[in-house]
């Protein structure tokens, strides 16, 4: 094995397998997912949702910290049959009693294969992803209509923060109604990517009917001192980097929302490499060869009608 002169980091030519993936997630979630950070946890009243795509939420209530979460012993949840482990915790400081009963949950899962999941909204994965679900609870609002969203921190590959980009489809198969696909993109090594569709749900079922919008304000600079100090961060990326923020807002004053069920979930696919790509479903396939091949198949009968009515036209013959 050859040497490296300076530390190396990086994948390099080699990709991680899904059991390296998902121990790196659990050895860093919640605190620091290979250069992605959930940090806080908003809750704000919905009639102060009117700026929150330009900018950090108006905050009407204290944000929970992460950083001071109780979390659950990994283990017992540890499935290797799925490649799957849960964190779930609850503030360690609780003085309203809004975790009682409730508890914020981090599903880490790594995949071995191409696929998607059996739940919304069912993004597609290949053998070097993981899958990171946010699940919300039990908890009790500190307001009557309150809605939640994430501050969710990244590594920046230079002095200006990336934009998040917007892929737009005509098939919605396998997220109903949503026709989007959010994601960011690391160019260097390691490069990565974090895929989302802009869409929470507030039933476990996900389904159109408990679809909530998920609004994602524009990346903004962040303070690498403010960040818990991840080691695999480190270890990935070194030690001198940009940090920059984004704010993640779920529902919206109306419709579906966390006050249904007490129920709050989203999910976003993290990996290396190039990120999957959409191909069209075989049901829009379908529809489509036959929007497009029923005017040609009316043409065509038309012209065989045309022709044997002609035919028959020519063969009379007259009795004079």
Not at 7 to 36: D, I, K, N, Q
Not at 175 to 180: I, L
Not at 231 to 251: E, H
Request: include cysteine.
């Amino acid at each position: 094995m050859g040497s490296c002169e300076e530390p190396c980091r990086g994948w390099g030519h080699y990709v991680p397998s899904p059991v390296l993936l998902l121990s790196l997630l659990l050895t860093a979630a919640p605190f620091g997912l290979l250069g992605e950070e959930t940090r806080q946890l908003f809750e704000f009243d919905s009639t102060n949702t009117s700026d929150a795509v330009t900018k950090p939420p108006r905050k009407s209530y204290p944000p929970y910290s992460l950083a001071e979460f109780s979390w659950n012993n990994i283990t017992d949840s540890l499935d290797p049959a799925t490649l799957s482990a849960t964190f779930r915790g609850h503030p360690i400081h609780d003085p309203t009693g809004a975790f009682a009963n409730g508890s914020l949950a981090l599903r880490v899962q790594a995949f071995s294969k191409s696929g998607r999941p059996a739940q919304p909204p069912r993004l597609l994965h290949t053998a070097d992803t993981c899958q990171l679900e946010v699940a919300l609870v039990g908890a009790t609002p500190r307001g009557n209509r309150s809605l939640f969203g994430l501050e969710v921190a990244t590594l920046s590959q230079g002095p200006d923060c990336p934009s998040v980009q917007e892929q737009r489809s005509i098939d919605d198969e396998y997220a109903p109604a949503v026709f989007q696909l959010d994601q960011l993109l690391w160019g260097s090594l390691p490069s990565g990517f974090v895929q989302w569709r802009p869409v929470a749900f507030s039933q476990k079922q996900g389904s159109r009917d408990s679809a909530m919008p998920c609004q994602a304000s524009p990346l903004y600079p962040t303070l690498a001192y403010l960040l818990p100090q991840s080691p695999i961060v480190r270890a990935f990326f070194g030690s001198q980097n940009n940090f920059c923020a984004f704010n993640l807002t779920f529902g919206a004053s109306t419709g579906p929302g966390y006050w249904d069920q007490h129920y709050l979930s989203w999910s976003m696919l993290l990996g290396v490499g190039s990120p999957p790509v959409d191909a069209l479903s075989p049901l829009v396939l379908g529809i489509m060869a036959v929007a497009l091949g029923a005017p040609g198949l009316m043409l065509l009968a038309g012209g065989l009608f045309v022709m044997l009515g002609h035919k028959r036209h020519s063969e009379y013959q007259s009795i004079n």
